[in-house]
Nanobody, 127 residues
């Protein structure tokens, strides 16, 4: 019943920018924390960014800190990931994910901390 649809990926040159979107449905969006993860070829899925249910708290992986901004619009049931100064190592499939509010924000940076996932959107950064 929970549906997450990512979009906004594509091919971009190093130094460029992209804004990813994740539109959700089937649940009360404002009752859940949201996260972005990515999976590069041959690598495990890894944490990128997260945002609390109200949008008041955010957190980023060290690899993207200062280059990415996560935000949400609870009126549109949408979470965003603005990515600037993209590097070839940012190439991956990016996924949005859902964590129930009652579990808390805490240090939820693992894939097992999230209950639902979108289908992913491909980001390719050329050198």
């Amino acid at each position: 019943q929970v549906q997450l649809v990512e979009s906004g990926g594509g091919l971009v040159q190093a130094g460029g920018s992209l804004r990813l979107s994740c539109v959700s449905s089937g649940y009360t969006f404002s009752s859940y924390h949201m996260g972005w993860f990515r999976q590069a070829p041959g690598k495990e899925r890894e944490f990128v960014a997260r945002i609390s249910w109200s949008g008041s708290s955010t957190d980023y992986a060290e690899s993207v800190k200062g280059r990415c901004t996560i935000s949400r619009d609870n009126t549109k049931n949408t979470v965003y990931l603005q990515m600037n100064s993209l590097k070839p190592e940012d190439t991956a499939v990016y996924y949005c994910a859902v964590r129930p509010r009652w579990k808390g924000f805490g240090s939820s940076v693992g894939i097992r901390d999230y209950d639902y996932w979108g289908q992913g959107t491909q980001v390719t950064v050329s050198s």
